[in-house]
T-cell receptor, first 112, second 116 residues
Framework: RKEVEQDPGPFNVPEGATVAFNCTYS??????FFWYRQDCRKEPKLLMS?????NEDGRFTAQLNRASQYISLLIRDSKLSDSATYLCVVNMGAGNNRKLIWGLGTSLAVNP | DAGVIQSPRHEVTEMGQEVTLRCKPISGHDYLFWYRQTMMRGLELLIYFNNNVPIDDSGMPEDRFSAKMPNASFSTLKIQPSEPRDSAVYFC??????????????FGEGSRLTVL
């Protein structure tokens, strides 16, 4: 089993739709979690961190389920500009042994 | 503020040639990371430095790869000799200051390497 797994997609949705991505991780001792966004032929950029209580930033909501070892990203009222690859990142270990493990990404295409 | 700066942006070379990729991290950041990204394997950590010292190079594929960080503002990743399977996008990223707590990495625009 891969350490971090994502559905590669692509997800094709119309503008205004709600779309959700899941990401599972294998190490129950994982400490922190992130969603990064990567546009085509660009570098990854932090979209949001994922907190235990869940967090929301505008149209984006991230949630963590430690019992089932997955995190999710919900995008409401999707825009054309949301088209990108969304990377799930899990921080495993602690202190000097921390290591970020990256998923392969989920591709989203928002269509007019 | 200047972000992470990488050069060259694109490099096309022939098998067997030496390739040197360069990175200038964000000023004040004390961690520097080299990643490689391919469609099949995604983002792979090659090596990272803390305060210019290599901490974990377990991701370096083989002896053909080497990385240095002679000072806080400059790092190189060298491949010698290069092979077609080294073709990928190589990203440099840095972290530090307030982002050290959040874990946010700041990436350069990447160096797209093609080895023929």
């Amino acid at each position: 089993r891969k350490e971090v797994e994502q559905d590669p997609g692509p997800f094709n949705v119309p503008e205004g739709a709600t779309v959700a991505f899941n990401c599972t991780y294998s190490n129950s001792a994982s400490q922190s979690f992130f969603w990064y966004r990567q546009d085509c032929r660009k570098e990854p950029k932090l979209l949001m961190s994922v907190y235990s209580s869940g967090n929301e930033d505008g149209r984006f909501t991230a949630q963590l389920n430690r019992a089932s070892q997955y995190i999710s990203l919900l995008i409401r009222d999707s825009k054309l500009s949301d088209s990108a690859t969304y990377l799930c990142v899990v921080n495993m270990g602690a202190g000097n042994n921390r290591k970020l493990i990256w998923g392969l990404g989920t591709s989203l295409a928002v269509n007019p | 503020d200047a972000g992470v700066i990488q050069s060259p942006r694109h490099e096309v070379t022939e098998m067997g040639q030496e390739v040197t990729l360069r990175c200038k991290p964000i000023s004040g950041h004390d961690y520097l990371f080299w990643y490689r990204q391919t469609m099949m394997r995604g983002l792979e950590l090659l090596i990272y430095f803390n305060n210019n010292v290599p901490i974990d190079d377990s991701g370096m594929p083989e002896d053909r790869f080497s990385a240095k960080m002679p000072n806080a503002s400059f790092s190189t990743l060298k491949i010698q000799p290069s092979e077609p399977r080294d073709s990928a996008v190589y990203f440099c990223a840095s972290r530090g200051g307030t982002s050290g707590h959040t874990g946010e990495l700041f990436f350069g625009e990447g160096s797209r390497l093609t080895v023929l």
